[in-house]
């Protein structure tokens, strides 16, 4: 498969997740793909307007084959920008979506939610082809597959759209004009390490990751640091012993949760990157005899966590306000398109009601990620 460390950012949003689900294909150039089925694409939910949070929703707009090529700055009134997710159907993403109808609402755009059921690359491919074919302004994407989708959105580009990835970025940065990142891949990767060896207790013992998809460039780069900040001696007594990949889809994710503790019997922590993951994981420890030998954590929500938090099967995980990324990449992407803002390292820019300034590659990181514990899980409601 976060949230700001201020209380104001984490103010109850209405919904539930998977965080950074990413697919398995890595074709780079599948055929173009007509309009997607109708069943694969979704207007955004109602919900409702929680302080300091991007909720709102925009009425969704039906996409027209007949509206023009935007080829100079426009108003932010007359954008049409198309919010992409990994998958569609997903908590995580839905919520995202509440920020980015927020912020459409804000500017007074016309903002369409769709996307694929799966997490794939293969499958976004066919939604950037025909948000290209009907000349949207913008695309905010999540990226199912870091590589896969990077040719298809320069051609967006090359269309003279804008676009912008949050959650899960591509290899090629020259593929987007920015990237909305929830807390630093380091920050992110070092502290669920950190969560496992205070759960894992002063003997330690041995850990597994139970990630999402192999091409997820997201959990790949948060792996990387886990496996950077074992490697310090006060971890010395933490062994990680097994990586594996549920691809964000329950079943699998369980199947490999179970899988991680037959093949391991002294395994102590499961670290999941992946709401989907955390949530599958803890699911199944807390209905079977693995209940308080094996603790979860890692990065999920709220909502769907609270049973485990409470029944001890997850003591501590973390995440990021999701809203806060949808919201961000509209504003972003508004303001690319309508020219006032030249993306560039160094640059500072105001995004509704965040102040946030851009990092190397155009990256612009949004806050650290925040931890939930059975003292504050009851406080958040998403």
């Not at 949070?53 to 039906?62: I, K, Q, R």
């Not at 082809?129 to 000349?135: D, F, I, R």
């Not at 051609?155 to 593929?175: L, M």
């Not at 490999?256 to 922590?269: E, R, W």
């Amino acid at each position: 498969m976060m949230i700001r460390r201020t209380m104001a950012g984490l103010t109850m949003l209405a919904m539930t997740v998977a965080l950074a689900g990413c697919g398995e294909d890595d074709e780079a150039n599948p055929p173009a793909a007509s309009t997607p089925p109708a069943a694969t694409s979704a207007s955004a939910p109602a919900a409702s307007t929680p302080a300091a949070t991007p909720s709102e929703s925009a009425p969704a707009a039906t996409p027209s084959d007949t509206a023009p090529a935007a080829t100079t700055p426009a108003a932010p009134g007359n954008l049409k920008i198309a919010i992409l997710p990994k998958s569609i159907n997903n908590p995580y993403f839905d919520a995202s979506n509440k920020g980015a109808q927020k912020a459409c609402g804000e500017i007074k755009a016309t903002c369409d939610y769709v996307g694929p059921t799966e997490a794939t690359g293969a499958a976004q491919l066919e939604f950037i082809n025909t948000l290209v074919q009907k000349k949207y302004d913008a695309i905010v994407i999540s990226a199912a597959d870091q590589a896969a989708v990077a040719p298809a959105m320069k051609e967006a580009q090359d269309a003279g759209i804008t676009v912008v990835t949050y959650d899960a970025d591509v290899t090629d940065d020259t593929a987007r004009s920015l990237m909305i990142q929830p807390s630093s891949a380091e920050l992110i990767g070092r502290q669920q390490v950190k969560w496992a060896l205070e759960l894992a207790g002063a003997d330690g013992g041995e850990v597994a990751i139970l990630s999402a998809a192999q091409t997820a460039e997201n959990q790949n780069k948060w792996i990387e640091f886990m496996n950077d900040e074992l490697k310090k001696p006060e971890y010395s007594k933490l062994k990680l012993v097994d990586t594996v990949y549920g691809d964000d889809d329950a079943a699998k994710s369980a199947e490999k949760a179970a899988g991680l503790m037959q093949a391991h019997p002294n395994l102590k922590v499961i670290i999941s990157p992946t709401t989907v993951g955390i949530r599958e994981a803890a699911k199944y420890i807390s209905g079977s005899n693995f209940k308080g030998k094996v603790q979860v954590t890692g990065l999920g929500l709220p909502s769907e966590m609270a049973t485990y938090v409470k029944d001890g099967t997850a003591n501590k995980f973390g995440l990021w306000n999701p809203e806060d990324l949808g919201y961000i990449g509209v504003h972003a992407a508004a303001q690319v398109k309508g020219g006032q803002l030249k993306p560039g390292p160094g640059v500072k820019f105001k995004a509704g009601t965040f102040d946030l300034e851009i990092g190397e590659k155009n990256v612009v990181v949004v806050g650290p990620p925040f931890e939930f514990n059975k003292e504050n899980i009851d406080n958040f409601k998403f």
